[in-house]
Structure formats: C-alpha cells, structure tokens
C-alpha cells in the first residue's frame, strides 16, 4: 500500500498511528463531517467603484495545433506584446498586436530545447537513454517577463541528474530542481543564453521563488523567503532556533528579507532586501501570507510583499533604503485573535487570520507620478478562482491619495486573468484575459485608468 500527504500536517502521532493498525477500517468520508477553509472564509466585497465600461477587444489568433488552458502566475502585456506562461503547454505563449486590427497574432510558444533540457544533466549515456525513455526526466516552465527590449525571459526548473554513487551492480542517482531563466526574442524566435541562478542548492537557508521575476538593469530581483514554516520542514528542524521559528517572537528581531537580487551574467546572488510587516509579526504567521512583487522605473525600484498592503520605493544602488513608502491598503491587526500556542507549527494555525489577509496585490506598475496596482480580493494563497475579486488601484506619488476602482465580474465569459498593460508611454491600463467557448480575447479597459 501507498499513502502519501504533508508530513508537517500529518504529524508524527498520525503517522505513528497509522502504522500501527493492521486490521481493515470501515470506509468514511471525513470531509464531509466539518465544514472546508473555503466555506468558512468570506472575503471582504470590493469598494463599490466600478471602472468604467469602456474597452477595446483584441482577439488572440492561435494556430489550430496550440491549445490555451491556464494561466500561470502573471499575465504580461508590453506595448504591443502579450505573453503568459500556459499550464498544459508548459511553455510561454506570445502574441503580438498590428497597428490598426483588433487581433494579437501569435508569434511563438516558448519552450527550453534539446540544449537547455540536458544542461545540468550529467549521466552516462546509457543510464542517460534509460531515464529519457522511463520519462523521469521533468522540465517545469514557470513564470516570465521582458529581459530587455527584445527578449522574453521564462523560468524554468530544470532537472539536475547525476550518479551519487555506484557500489558493486547498483548506481544511485541524485536527483534536484535546477532554476534558470531561458531567453527568447519572439519577433525573430532567436534564443540567447541561459541564465543559470547560480542557488546553493545544498546548504541554503532561503528558498528564491525564481518563478516570478523582474529586471533592473543588469539584475534579476525574485522573492525570498526562509527555509522555514510554511515550507515542508519538520518543526524539529527549526523551532529551538529563534532565526528560523516563526511562532517564537524574536524571530521578528532578525533580518527576515522578502527580495533578493541576482547578477544577470553570472547568476550570483548580490543582496537580500525587504522585510516582514508588523502585520506578519502580530500574527506570528512569518512568510505564510507573502507574495513578494518588484518592478523598475529608471533607477527607481518598486516592491512589496503583497499581503500588507505597503509599498516602498528604493534606489537600485540602495535597495536596503528605501526612500519612499505608500499605503494601498492596511490589515486591520487590532482585530487579530490571540495568537494560540496549541495550532504552532500547523497549517491550521492561520484559519483565523485568512479573512484578515484576504487581499493581495498581484501585480504593479511604476511611472514618474503613480503607483498601479492589481488588487485580488479572495482566499489567501489559493490558485485562481472565478470566486475572486479585483480591482485596479493607483496612488499619487505626490499627495499619496488613492484610487481603487472594482474590475467587472463577468458571468457569459470564462475569465482565465486580470493583468496591467503598460504601453510603453507611462499609460497604465487593466484588462480582463476572457474565454467565449473556444474564443480568446483580451479586454483592455481604455477609461477611467489615466490618473490625470
């Protein structure tokens, strides 16, 4: 028999437990005897400001051979480029729109190749054909955006093989997760070099969440966050060490970064930057409710960790400083419940706060005078849900006054996103990624989104 399940949720005991039985148990369907998180969460509705129903429709033609299904993590939309990386493709599907059609042509589905999926791969042939032919081999497209000007980064995880070690007629292979970014120019379907994140994949202490990044200049910058709860880790592994154990109050006293920066050329980690929120330290949940975003503006940096709804501005020589700080929202920490001991080191611990930190920036935009922001309105860390809410936001770099206006939620179309569109010309547009049967579409809303 096989079983499987979070050894963090199941806990010693339960395992424990369960191998000791050795008779057969009478079937029964235990959901069906409480109530799920999502039934027992209920987010707060959106201010009721609509934007306007103004929009433009741009219809995606998609050869007869390439399927859409879903989105993962944002969908990019540049000038006259639209891009995401596709679930079932496993690859990012780009578009491009012409000057005068209502149509985005499809330009490329980009995918690692032959060269890219063996890089980090070293086996004897042989024992390489084996596992080829056994398909264990596994190429993971994540997320993407624009390198520069011309080229369309996606990141990958790709496998790293090699013999551990061969004793007699046994060989055991090792076998890891190694993330690159892939690079593509859709107008001429050239690739360019590999950017190998040169992660220590042995001995870290952070987890980098290479599947959403952007660029500043010649530096990569991604999330971060510690090898810690809520990651898969026994609480054995960290709870007597107050630089790892989130439920332990001086945990918040030490340097918790949520963005690290990596050297383009050569893949090497520079800095780490950012923090967690008092928010987070109140609710001793540590990086649970963390969904770190970054974006440039000349030299200026834009980040925040989603959840709390603050932002800050630094400059790329000083991203450790930052020099401005807005508030799109605030999490009402007055309210939290007492922090109970008992749930430490379960996921059940933060049921209590969901409805809390039931928004979520997930994407931003940065010009000369506004911050723009996509605002998703639902269950925390959840994949995405027709149940959702969003809305576009934008706040004054100036008078620090903000706007929030609620995105329609459409019943005749299947919406597989929302996403910011920049034109290239300090023009921040939201839009909808809609479904009407086997029609794709975008809607950019074309009103009420200047913030003159």
């Known amino acids: 028999m096989l079983i499987g399940g979070q050894y963090t949720v199941l806990g010693v005991n339960f395992v424990q437990q369960l191998l000791a039985v050795s008779s057969p148990i009478d079937y029964h ?37 390439t399927m859409i299904s879903s989105v993962f993590d944002v969908l990019r939309f540049e000038k006259d480029k639209f891009y995401y990386s596709d679930v079932l493709n496993n690859g990012v599907l780009c578009f491009s729109k012409s000057d005068g059609k209502n149509r985005l042509q499809f330009d490329m589905l980009i995918q690692a190749d032959s060269i890219e999926k063996r890089k ?31 080229h369309i980064g996606v990141s990958y995880s790709l496998p790293k093989v090699f013999v551990e070690n061969s004793d007699g007629g046994n060989t055991n292979l090792a076998y890891y997760n190694y993330p690159a970014i892939i690079s593509r120019n859709p107008s001429t379907q050239e690739s360019a070099p590999l950017i190998p994140l040169d992660f220590n994949l042995y001995g870290e202490s952070f987890f980098y969440a290479h599947f959403n990044f952007s660029m500043a200049g010649e530096q990569i910058l991604m999330g971060c966050k510690k090898l810690t709860w809520p990651i898969e880790f026994e609480p054995e592994e960290y709870k007597n060490n107050v630089l790892m154990n989130p439920f332990c109050e001086e945990f918040y006293e030490t340097e918790n970064p949520i963005l690290a920066t990596f050297d383009k050329k050569t893949g090497k980690l520079i800095t780490r930057f950012g923090k967690l929120e008092e928010c987070q330290k109140k609710s001793r949940t540590g990086y649970y409710y963390s969904n770190p975003l970054s974006c440039t503006y000349g030299k200026e940096v834009l980040y925040t960790n989603g959840f709390s709804g603050q932002l800050y501005i630094s400059s790329l020589k000083n991203l450790n400083k930052p020099v401005e700080h807005y508030s799109l929202f605030r999490v009402e920490q007055e309210k939290f419940p007492p922090v109970d001991s008992l749930n430490f080191y379960k996921y059940e611990y933060v049921k209590p706060y969901n409805r809390f930190f039931d928004r979520c920036i997930q994407d931003i935009k940065l010009t000369r005078t506004h911050i723009y922001c996509l605002v998703r309105y639902g269950m925390p860390n959840q994949a995405f849900s027709s149940k959702d809410e969003y809305t576009f936001a934008l706040i004054d770099r100036k008078s620090h006054l903000v706007k929030e206006f609620r995105l329609p939620h459409y019943l005749d179309y299947e919406v597989l996103g929302y996403g910011l569109r920049d034109n290239g010309k300090g023009y921040i547009q939201p839009f909808a990624f809609l479904k009407d049967n086997n029609v794709y579409s975008i809607r950019l809303f074309t009103e009420e989104c200047r913030a003159d």
Do not use: H
């Open 29 to 65: 369907l235990y959901e069906s005897d409480g109530v799920s998180d999502e039934q027992e969460f209920s987010a707060r509705v959106p201010k009721p400001y609509f934007i306007r129903n103004d929009y433009t429709d741009y219809y995606l033609d998609c050869p007869a051979n």
């Open 120 to 150: 980090y791969i070293d086996l004897p042939e042989n024992i390489f054909q084996e596992q080829q032919k056994n398909n264990m081999f596994f190429y993971i497209a994540c997320g993407t955006n624009q390198l520069d000007k011309e």
